[in-house]
């Protein structure tokens, strides 16, 4: 902790029992190499998933490259989402503009491929030369009869959360334009999920096993015209708040829609979302499925995850993610798994967020703000973590370090979210931790050779492949 940046110590609390109290929602500190992305990056990852729409990034073609796929968001339909557009500006453009460019862009792209909407995003190159998108966007949508739609995203604007307040702004514009006509009064839409590995599909089956009815996945696997009618429902679900909230205020204040927050990551808050759900429609058939639902699927995943607890119970882990959501409920699915979380934080938290952090971590948990990785490592280090779970940009500090990474963002290929992204969540955790190659990391070593001692009871059978210690058991595998 001594070696903070003198600039960074207001964002690191370590829990001691008085009320957390963290700078946040700040600029990063220049020179601290943050983990965080750009205003950019925050628009695109949220209006990505959209599938049937047209995505332009009206700039150099590194932006365009830098946010191509950066979500494992899948589509049971369109693919067009897929695709990285861009209209990849040069020095001429940046001297005598790239208006026309755009222009062109956007008309051969709507003729060939014919989307429902196109998003034109702004990079940073756009606010200093000053392209006027807006009127770009209005002259096409007039000629196409499509809605093409602006995102104020200059990368410098701010910080990620800037972008995904600009994303919220497009969407508002489809909001409320489409036919709302024989929408169940059990209605809601999904917001702030966005189906990786199919995690929205999952939500999506539950809720309609409840007898409740998906009006609009905002955005995983999104439809432009169930944005369009989507304040037909009766009550958006927001999970990442962070990235959604922007719109289900906006509608709740035009169009009297209520909003709850919820996290469909672990057994706790995968059962409270639903019941959540089921108590505010207060109807017997609902609350009857609902709770036969949870009562199913919790009995069929109990007993996997006491395998898991039996071999993960002592370890520590270091957590950071983008929206301090995830973390919470990672928290409670790693305290159920017998793992204690050392070290979290997250780049977006807000002080409400970092609060609630501190009511459900223990004692001498450090708790940080838009962490960077020389920061990041010494925490991991200090703390000693068995476990490092973030995104891309944290695997490096894991492996390097010598110790289990789980991947808890975009790019993986496992759904992590539901009952059965509980049991995933186990096994990967798992895996990870007590994988035989830290027998050869010498600062681990010895806490290997431990585990050996005390996990191996001599008959492998239980475990089967995903064994980690059999090779080293003198009973029969």
Not at 9 to 35: H, M, P, T, W
Not at 248 to 271: L, N, Q, T, W
Request: proline share 3%; glycine share 10%.
């Amino acid at each position: 902790m001594e070696t903070i940046l003198k600039g960074r110590r207001q964002q690191v609390v370590k829990k001691d029992g008085k009320d957390i109290n963290i700078a946040c929602e700040k600029q990063s500190l220049a020179g601290s190499v943050s983990q965080r992305a750009c205003v950019f990056c925050g628009s695109r990852v949220v209006l990505y998933p959209i599938a049937d729409a047209l995505h332009l990034v009206h700039g150099p073609a590194g932006c365009a490259a830098y946010t191509w796929d950066i979500r494992g968001a899948l589509s049971n339909g369109p693919q067009l989402h897929r695709m990285s557009f861009s209209t990849d500006l040069r020095e001429k453009d940046v001297i005598f503009g790239g208006e026309k460019k755009l222009y062109a862009a956007l008309n051969e792209l709507i003729d060939r491929y014919q989307p429902k909407a196109a998003f034109v995003y702004s990079t940073c190159i756009i606010g200093v030369i000053g392209d006027d998108v807006d009127a770009i966007c209005k002259r096409v949508s007039k000629e196409k009869k499509i809605p093409v739609l602006p995102v104020h995203s200059e990368g410098f604007k701010g910080t990620k959360k800037d972008g995904y307040k600009a994303a919220c702004e497009a969407m508002w514009k489809l909001v409320g334009t489409g036919n709302t006509s024989g929408i169940s009064k059990f209605s809601i839409n999904i917001m702030g999920d966005f189906n990786i590995a199919g995690e929205t599909w999952m939500i999506k089956e539950y809720y309609e096993k409840m007898g409740v009815e998906v009006v609009a996945s905002i955005t995983g696997d999104g439809r432009v015209d169930d944005l369009r009618r989507s304040h037909g429902a009766a009550l958006n679900v927001v999970q990442c708040s962070g990235s959604i909230i922007h719109l289900a205020r906006r509608m709740k204040e035009k169009y009297g829609i209520p909003f709850i927050h919820v996290s469909y990551f672990g057994i706790e808050d995968m059962s409270k979302a639903l019941y959540e759900v089921a108590d505010y429609f207060k109807d017997e058939t609902v609350s009857n499925n609902t709770r036969e639902l949870i009562q199913s699927e919790v009995n069929a995943i109990l007993p996997k995850l006491n395998w898991y607890r039996q071999k993960l119970n002592g370890k520590k882990a270091c957590v950071y993610t983008g929206g301090a959501f995830k973390a919470f409920s990672l928290i409670r699915s790693l305290r159920m798994l017998g793992v204690q979380t050392v070290v979290v934080g997250s780049q977006t938290g807000s002080p409400e967020d970092y609060q609630m952090l501190g009511e459900i971590t223990d004692e001498g948990t450090i708790i940080v703000d838009d962490t960077n990785p020389m920061e990041l490592a010494k925490f991991v280090q200090e703390k000693d973590a068995d476990l490092l779970i973030g995104g891309v940009k944290e695997r490096p500090i894991a492996y390097k370090l010598g110790l289990g990474f789980c991947d808890h963002n975009h790019e993986r290929k496992i759904p992590l979210a539901g009952y059965e992204g509980m049991v995933n969540f186990a096994k990967e955790v798992y895996t990870s931790t007590c994988s035989p190659v830290w027998k050869l990391v010498p600062r681990r070593k010895h806490l290997y050779e431990q585990q050996v001692e005390t996990n191996c009871s001599g008959s492998c059978h239980e475990c089967e492949s995903t064994c980690d210690i059999k090779t080293q058991c003198s009973g029969a595998a």
